[in-house]
């Protein structure tokens, strides 16, 4: 794959570009799995990042996601939107409309959106919004704008992504129980995976996940939770084994309400950039069986984005 480049944006120091000559995966995906949690980047000389992002990335385009999703085997992509382009939609939109069906998005809009602007999101591929409450990423919104959001999207049969901070999960309990549509959580919530599994910190996220049957979890993003990291780096039999077992817990509570993505092009990674087929053969230890992988990366995200009509 071509190397990045910034477009007409300075890159933010100190980041790391996505790595370009991501290994086979030695696991087998599943025919028909899906990515569901990549994003698209600019190009900013063409698709212009958002004046009020709290980080520039290089440039990630549509046809660099669609060589990611040949070369390890995917055969669709949920697009979501990252913050750095905040609730400008377009470069989202037109990754979607060139898939040719096989990308859904999830997209950013604010309370002012029109109803005409969400058909015309339906319409190209955008199947719900997202909700970010991680500080570092986003100012804060007012919780009343994104029920009122949230109500409205629920009529066109979309779905809320949130994202947060594990710490942030008792604050926010009582408002995502009141959403009226299904809620995705981004990355399993950030657990601290220095902490024991069956402790208090993951225990509460696995009760929110008991108590609420609309919640899904994305067991995705090992490299930005691990604390022991790739194998390369030290050595380790099992990549970002330390994350294992917390992704495994989840899938085997709860195999029919879980998804999985590479979350390429991997923002705001300083200290190491994922080879992406290191991510897919992760999958093997963290849904262990055939009809675990399959629910995970088949039945669930095409239940959630291209359900039969
Ligand atoms: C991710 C994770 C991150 C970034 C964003 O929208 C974003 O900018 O979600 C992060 O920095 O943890 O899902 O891509």
New binding site residues.
């Given amino acids: 794959m071509s190397k990045p480049v910034s477009g007409d944006f300075t890159k933010t120091p100190g980041w790391l570009d996505w790595y370009t000559g991501p290994s086979k995966p030695s696991f087998q995906l599943p025919p028909g799995a899906v990515d569901a949690?990549c994003?698209v980047f600019g190009p900013g000389a063409q698709f212009p990042y958002a004046p009020e992002r709290?980080?520039t990335p290089c440039d990630a385009s549509k046809e660099q996601l669609f060589a990611l999703r040949d070369h390890l085997g995917f055969a669709r992509n949920v697009i979501?939107?990252?913050?750095?382009h905040g609730a400008d939609n377009r470069a989202l939109v037109d990754a979607c409309l060139a898939s040719g069906g096989r990308a859904r998005g999830v997209a950013t809009v604010r309370r002012s959106v029109s109803d005409a602007e969400l058909q015309a999101l339906h319409a190209a591929g955008v199947r719900g919004v997202?909700f970010?409450f991680?500080k570092?990423?986003?100012d804060f919104t007012p919780k009343e704008e994104l029920l009122e959001i949230a109500q409205r999207i629920q009529a066109l049969g979309w779905h809320v992504v949130v994202?947060f901070e594990a710490a942030d999960l008792p604050d926010l309990w009582e408002f995502f129980s009141a959403l009226p549509t299904p809620v995705v959580v981004?990355?399993m919530g950030?657990p601290d995976v220095s902490q024991p599994l069956d402790g208090p910190g993951f225990g509460l996220f696995l009760k929110f996940m008991r108590q609420h049957p609309h919640v899904w979890c994305k067991v995705?993003?090992p490299e930005?939770l691990s604390l022991a990291g790739p194998p390369a780096l030290n050595g380790q039999t099992a990549p970002y084994r330390d994350v294992l077992p917390f992704a495994r817990r989840v899938v085997e509570l709860f195999p029919d309400r879980v998804l999985w993505g590479t979350?390429w092009p991997?923002?705001?990674l300083k200290d190491h950039m994922p080879d992406d087929g290191l991510l897919v053969d992760f999958i093997a230890h963290i849904a262990p069986t055939p009809e675990l992988q399959r629910k995970l990366l088949v039945d669930n995200p095409m239940r959630l984005y291209w359900p039969k009509e």
Avoid at 80 to 84: K, L, P
């Fill in positions: 949690h994003h709290k980080y979501v939107q990252a913050t750095c997202r970010n991680v570092r990423l986003v994202y981004d990355h950030r995705s993003c930005r979350d991997h923002p705001n």
